[in-house]
């Protein structure tokens, strides 16, 4: 057990809808990371907040949004969904300290299928 | 497409076996990363290899960096079926918060 918590773990939903993820951190951990991981492309870095602040961007899509609140738990927002977004959706945490490489602790993550 | 690649994409052996994976990229990265993922759950840190061409043994494990920090590679001897699983490797940017992922090589060890 990780300490980083997902919920929902399974959500199926319809094309055009919107679904938010939920994660918890390790206690502690101020740093969030957000990845989709599906069949065909691997692990795909999507965004990283830091203390609530957005601290890195990779590929994440305008359709996609997260943020993380005051207590550290984030969100991601998946919206106008398409078949093509059905796909493991994990998050880690970490300590986020500055100029040097962190763990990331990852979560058992959130599958999602868009029917 | 994927900056990291990773091969073979698929490794099926017998216990007992010694087996390599690559890691394999253009670009440069400041450190890179072992992960290993079993089915239903996230990825597992087994290593951060820093300097290029450092070697680091976790058992029987055997991981390198290569000397122009751009490819690595994970070793097991006398595998065994509790190594059955993705192994993911990940490269490390320059500013230590964005993390490439390569498409993973998914290993079965057969008792």
């Known amino acids: 057990d990780s300490g980083v918590t997902q919920t929902p773990k399974h959500l199926i939903t319809a094309t055009g809808q919107r679904v938010t993820l939920r994660c918890s951190p390790r206690?502690?951990?101020?740093?969030v990371y957000w990845y989709q991981q599906s069949l065909d492309q691997g692990l795909q870095f999507l965004i990283q907040?830091?203390?609530?602040?957005?601290?890195a961007k990779g590929n994440i899509l305008e359709r996609f949004s997260a943020q993380q609140f005051p207590d550290l738990h984030s969100e991601l927002n998946l919206s106008s969904l398409e078949l093509g977004d059905s796909a493991l959706y994990f998050c880690?945490?970490?300590?986020?300290?500055?100029?040097?490489?962190?763990?990331?602790?990852f979560g058992p993550g959130t599958r999602l299928t868009v029917l | 497409t994927q900056l990291l690649e990773q091969s073979p994409q698929f490794l099926s052996i017998q216990e007992g076996e010694n087996l390599t994976v690559y890691c394999n990229s253009s670009?440069?990265?400041?450190?890179l990363q072992w992960y290993r993922q079993e089915p239903g759950e996230g990825p597992v840190l087994l290593v951060t290899v820093v300097t290029g061409g450092e070697v680091k043994k976790l058992k029987r494990l055997t991981f390198q960096f290569g000397d122009a920090r751009k490819d690595s590679s994970l070793h097991i001897t006398a595998a065994q079926p509790g190594d059955t699983g993705l192994y993911l490797c990940a490269g490390v940017g320059d500013n230590f918060n964005k993390f490439y992922f390569g498409s993973g090589t998914k290993l079965n060890v057969k008792p």
């Open positions: 670009s440069v990265f400041s450190s």
């Open positions: 880690a945490s970490s300590a986020g300290a500055l100029g040097r490489i962190d763990t990331q602790y």
């Open positions: 206690s502690g951990d101020l740093s």
């Open positions: 907040y830091y203390n609530g602040e957005e601290r």
